[in-house]
């Protein structure tokens, strides 16, 4: 082990900040998770880049998420969408992330979960278990329903966005 490597490491493992700045060399897409609260109309969302599909048959799909709002409100629900990211919703992301700017995306409900109006692709999920890991909870879901819209996807990598780079000219 180098010095350098030496450095990062203690007692407890890898330095985080080590570990964030390392972990971000794995490009995801981003996503929006969605749900709904009792006696509340409007929809609710947050920024994710920890989605993943986990199974086909059933149908089943996993986020994580750490203690909050949205983490309450998927608990006390056990339903949120899903709303996969295009390459133009970079404000999408940041609007669900905190930073408001001066539009606020829509939301369709297409069958029981809202999710965004316009995005690559859309689930609606029922929460089957909880896995308690660290600071974090991996609600693992059963999609109910989902379709796809279409587009290129809105990437995070390196702490940046970033958009498919075609291979045609």
Known sequence: MSTADAAHVDMGGVDPAHFR???????TGVAV??????????????TISSFTSISLTPPTILISIKPGRMHKLISKEGWFGVSVLGEDQKGHSQFFAGERGPETPSFATRNRIPTLKDCLAWFECEVTSRIQVHDHTLFVAKVMHCDVIGGAPLLFFSSRYNAVQSSQS
């Open 21 to 27: 700045k390392t972990v971000g060399n794995f490009a």
């Open 33 to 46: 998770v969605s749900c709904t609260d009792e006696g509340d109309p409007a929809p609710h969302g947050m």
